[in-house]
């Protein structure tokens, strides 16, 4: 069985461009979750999607948004980029929210 | 008071000797209880998971629950240089989502 696939793996973005990352989901997965990864805060919850719609939201700007299509694929698009945006930036599938979830590779963003 | 609290660590075992990693959380209604791993540059993989009070046992790994303290571990017996990662304690606080606490950063030396 295939595990989650996140893409692109590695991207280099300037402050002020936007950016959008895609996460495809185990297979019979339906729930997506995002999660921010910087050294100083750990694991940031981003958001959470099941079956299109988005469940719940972390504590992140608005700049940050998400959607999920019918086949549960994911991606989420970070507008206006900042220096404090350079993180890694990691999906999870489950087959509900909030169970085992199982982390793609993760996007490497770096923002200059 | 941080959701789930971790010693950033690190916690250095020799090989072969047990590692103890701690894990508190702060909501009683938590429902669910995960340990991953990550190495260095990696994500985080998942471990173990716990849903009941007691002992969960696996391979060299057990997971233990204490919901009355709120207070879950990970031991993992016979420890390996491989096994030197970071290791993050993740709670379902009876929502839809996961809470990760920091990590503690394991070292098993030769």
């Known amino acids: 069985k295939a595990g989650v696939t996140q893409t692109p793996r590695y991207l280099i973005k300037t402050r002020g461009q936007q950016v959008t990352l895609s996460c495809s989901p185990i297979?019979?997965?339906?729930?997506v979750s995002w999660y921010q990864q910087t050294p100083g805060q750990g694991l940031q919850f981003l958001f959470e999607?099941?079956?299109?719609?988005?469940?719940n939201k972390g504590n992140f700007p608005g700049r940050f948004s998400g959607r999920q299509f019918s086949n549960s694929r994911s991606e989420m698009n970070v507008s206006t980029l900042e220096l404090g945006d350079s993180a890694l930036y990691l999906c999870a599938s489950s087959w509900v929210g909030g169970n085992e979830q199982f982390f793609g590779p993760g996007t490497r963003l770096t923002v200059l | 008071q941080k959701e789930v609290e971790q010693n950033s660590g690190p916690l250095s075992v020799p090989e072969g000797a047990i590692a103890s990693l701690n894990c508190t959380y702060s909501?009683?209604?938590?429902?669910?209880f995960f340990w991953y791993r990550q190495y260095s540059g990696k994500s985080p993989e998942l471990i173990m998971f716990i849903y009941s009070n007691g002992d969960k046992e696996d391979g060299r790994f057990t997971a233990q629950l204490n919901k009355a303290s709120q207070y879950v571990s990970l031991l993992i017996r016979d420890s390996q240089p491989s096994d030197s990662a970071t290791y993050l304690c993740?709670?379902?606080?009876?929502?839809?989502?996961?809470?990760f606490g920091t990590g503690t950063r394991l070292q098993v030396f030769p």
């Open positions: 999607y099941f079956s299109e719609t988005q469940r």
């Open positions: 909501d009683r209604g938590s429902q669910s």
């Open positions: 297979s019979g997965h339906r729930s």
């Open positions: 993740a709670v379902n606080l009876n929502t839809d989502k996961l809470i």
